[in-house]
């Protein structure tokens, strides 16, 4: 599978993953379905991100840290929006950031072949 769509599909799935974690703030449980949604829209958009970095830069540990400050300034810019729980939110977000970048890099494959 090519970087990008692994960073695409591993983000969306992490990304759920992320906003589940939400469940754990017990003043934020109304909205969770909103958070989860939010939450895959911004893993799809670090797992897009991630994988066109790992498609240029062939690198596991630029990969990696790539990865963690997307997934950090994705989830800081939503902390700052919801003016509060910056570890509840950015904790995750850096997660699934680190896990992309490792997984765009070390599973991803870096080239498509094309028939004529």
């Known amino acids: 599978m090519n970087k990008i769509v692994l ?9 759920i993953f ?3 974690t939400a469940w754990f703030t017990p ?3 109304a ?16 797992g897009i991100l ?3 970095f790992a498609r240029k830069v062939h690198s596991l540990a630029l990969g990696i840290l790539f ?3 997307v997934g950090l300034a994705l989830a800081f810019l939503i902390a700052f929006l919801q003016h509060g729980y910056y570890f509840q939110i950015m904790l995750p ?3 699934v950031g680190l896990i992309v970048g490792y997984a765009t890099q070390k599973y991803g ?4 072949t094309r028939l004529a």
């Open 7 to 15: 960073g695409l599909v591993l983000g969306g799935i992490l990304g």
């Open 18 to 20: 992320d906003g589940l």
């Open 27 to 29: 003043a934020v449980r």
């Open 31 to 46: 909205g969770i379905v909103g958070i989860v949604i939010g939450s895959t829209m911004k893993g799809i958009i670090a």
């Open 50 to 52: 991630i994988g066109v």
């Open 67 to 69: 990865g963690l400050a």
């Open 93 to 95: 977000g850096g997660m």
């Open 109 to 112: 494959s870096s080239s498509q």
